[in-house]
């Protein structure tokens, strides 16, 4: 029923620890305007990841039975951050998607109608959900 979780990131990905609307932690944690185009890489020459070392990349917590991860790349994290920090509970709308009878087909339509609206990045979307 609880467990703890540990993550390290690295890359243009972003964690984010839910309970029920709550926004329990995300990892790395950024501000709408933080998002950019230089996330944190691992580098095949070791002398460049000298600075992953500083754990400044790394967090853990716990989570409990109902929590709900959710891992996205950047362009769809700005979205969940912009969304969570206004109030909204639009985040658990794409996990939804998951269900309808053609998933790929729910999430391109929600990305291109939340595109044209200038909501979300024209960027390449990635989403996991996971409900503990």
Not at 9 to 31: A, E, I, W, Y
Not at 70 to 92: E, F, H, M, N, T
């Amino acid at each position: 029923g609880a467990g703890k979780w540990k993550a390290l990131s690295v890359g243009d990905s972003c964690l984010f620890v839910m309970r029920g609307s709550k926004l329990l932690q995300m990892h790395p944690d950024l501000q709408p305007a933080q998002f950019g185009n230089t996330p944190d890489l691992i580098y095949s020459h070791h002398a460049h990841n000298l600075r992953l070392a500083q754990g400044r990349l790394y967090a853990e917590g716990e989570w409990l039975r109902g929590d709900t991860f959710v891992l996205a790349s950047d362009a769809l994290a700005k979205w969940i951050r912009q969304d969570v920090d206004s109030g909204q509970d639009g985040w658990r709308r794409l996990g939804g998607l998951a269900a309808t009878p053609n998933p790929g087909h729910a999430f391109s339509s929600w990305a291109l109608q939340e595109q044209d609206a200038g909501r979300l990045k024209n960027d390449d979307l990635t989403l996991v959900f996971y409900e503990t």
